[in-house]
């Protein structure tokens, strides 16, 4: 059976990897060794030559990261990934892998805090300038565009508003004018299928659901392999010009063997090999273990959310629900677009009582973490306004879409009696401790 008509529950399993083929391990084992005995000298030059793909050196490449890396392409339906130290390093990466110094890109403003700083001030230090546009209205990132604009970049399901990344009009918007879009599908593996809807680059932290066990931080880039990026060549330029980095390599022309890689190729042997985020061998085998249940546990956090903003919605303390299931016009319109099969484990609530109840409502919790964190098995909860978003003024923590009494909810995979006893009686001591004052 090939792996294209293979559904997602399978392909979790098994894409990429059938036994190993030195002791014939079923689990993928983890390979951990730095460097590869080269067979002999030809076999040696032929790999830095990229003649032939095969392991070098555990910084660029490594057999149990490699296993991670078909996974997630063949879940994706993309052409090739690239496994890298965090999510954080997959967004950099992304990026830089098209936009130099005096080059843009576009990005929507609802991002993950550190991606905003990345962003806003480590990208912008090194001359790639950010423009920030509100993805409400895709045709901000055409207003936006101009002859250095080298990507598009958003969030599937951005926390706090959860209003759903405009994924095809934006893409839309780039392709014929040789811009790529790049969408962080952390908070919506598998619900979201960036690729079916024009995307062409995917990023993850898989320190989140793909993981799963909150175990381990990572990330990964995945290439569609569907972008024409020598359709504008003066618009790619990192692609279309010759790489001084690899003896002179034009990138579109030079992998064109191996497939339609030439992004995830380029991003892997320059600046994965020059910047050094590499995944440990041991942190790909934890994302892999996670992968394999991803699509049963990704179902679960969304039956369990929903389940959560439908009791939230009834509470008499609770004045307003964010869940994309429980939105409506354009918003929901693009949850159902985009989103299939769960509207995935994130809700957000806001307090009646605002800021002190918030801090009441977490310091009650018993089965919920409270952390800064999403995507584990286990149900997580925080106060954006005394934690994350502190230190933005009441204005920019409204721009983004915190207020005082708004709690984020990661649900997890307990029992939803469990989780729903927990919510209820750390409201009632918020709604109790706020009579007792
Ligand atoms: N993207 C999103 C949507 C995130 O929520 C996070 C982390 O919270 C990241 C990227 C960064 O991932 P990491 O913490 O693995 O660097």
Known sequence: MSTQSQHPETLALHAGYRADPATGAVAVPIYQTTSYQFADTERAANLFALKELGNIYTRIMNPTTDVLEKRIAALDGGAGALAVASGQAASALAVQNLAQADDNIVSATDLYGGTWNLFANTLRQQGIEVRFV????????????????????????????????????????????????????TAAPLLARPFDHGAAVIVY??????????????????????????????????????????????????????????????????????????????????????????????????????????????????SRVIYPGRQDGEARRRADAYLKGGYGGLV??????????????????????????????RSLAIHPASTTHSQLSAADQAATGVSDGYVRLSVGIEHIDDIIADLAQALDAAGKARLAA
């Open 348 to 377: 957000g609530f806001e307090l009646r009582n605002g800021h002190d109840a918030g801090r009441r409502f977490i310091d009650a919790l018993r089965l919920f973490y409270h952390v800064a964190n999403i995507g584990d098995a």
């Open 205 to 318: 932290s898989t320190t989140k659901y793909i993981g799963g066990h909150g175990t381990s931080i990572g990330g990964l880039i995945v290439d569609g392999g569907s972008f024409d990026w020598s359709l504008a060549p003066e618009r790619q330029p990192a692609l279309n010009t010759p790489d001084p980095s690899y003896h002179g390599a034009v990138w579109v022309e030079a992998v064109k063997p191996l497939g339609p890689v030439a992004y995830i190729i380029k991003a892997r042997v320059t600046l994965l090999r020059d910047l050094g985020p590499a995944l440990s061998p041991f942190n790909a085998f934890q994302a892999i273990q996670g992968l394999e249940t991803l699509p049963l546990r990704i179902r679960e956090h969304s039956r369990n959310a929903q389940a959560v903003a439908a009791y939230l919605a009834t509470h008499r303390d609770v």
């Open 134 to 185: 509100d993805p409400a209205d895709p045709e901000n990132f055409r207003r936006a565009t101009d002859a250095r604009t080298r990507a598009y970049y958003g969030e599937t399901l951005p926390n706090p508003k959860l209003a759903v990344f405009p994924i095809r009009e934006v893409a839309d918007i780039g392709r014929p004018l040789g811009i790529p879009l790049i969408i962080d599908n």
